[in-house]
């Protein structure tokens, strides 16, 4: 019992490490965040390390505690990635990652995901408008299948904007960031508009 107690006070510790690393140096990537606040608190046992869940409720706790302004930021955050969406309307992004689940610091990037099964169209679109972008990869699964999608990353009114290009066969997929992990959260133009309506900074 003594074991487990202790076990669970250093999760707790681990995600609060994890939560301000997030909030003040910008890491968006969850388990580079706990990868570097386990070192911090000298833990080398992964099963000590807390869920993404535990660091996001930590990660709030911290934001009403440090950064009240962060719902503030986090609006402009979700202006601007509606703006994105009516710049590319024919496109039908979806807004996944920080800015729409309410992490999200006031340095961080705009995540979309596009299903097509044209994504050159996207990257022409891209250059008929005279926006210079680069070209990364994304790991996903889909069930215990590993997808490497290929991600078009660029600026758009000096935030980072990446766009994971993804097979409308995936469209109704459960896809997830790690094979235990939850299902990666997305909204479309409608809900992004109620989210800034509603002004909420955290999604349930």
Known sequence: MARNSERNLTRTRIAHLAARLMAQDGIEDYGQAKRKAARQAGVAETRQLPTNDEIDAALKEYRALFQQEHA????????????????????????????????????????????????????LNLINRGIDFSRDEQRLYEGGVLLNAPVIVFEYQGVEVRITLLSLNNQRAQLKTSPDGKAVARAGRDALVALLSARISQLP
Do not use: C, I, W
């Open 72 to 123: 503030g930021q986090l609006h402009e955050l979700r202006r601007l990635a509606l703006e994105v969406m009516e710049q590319f309307s024919e496109f039908n992004l979806q807004l996944t990652g920080p800015v729409l689940t309410g992490s999200a610091g006031r340095y961080a990037t705009v995540h979309f995901q596009l299903y097509t099964d044209n994504g050159k169209a996207a990257e």
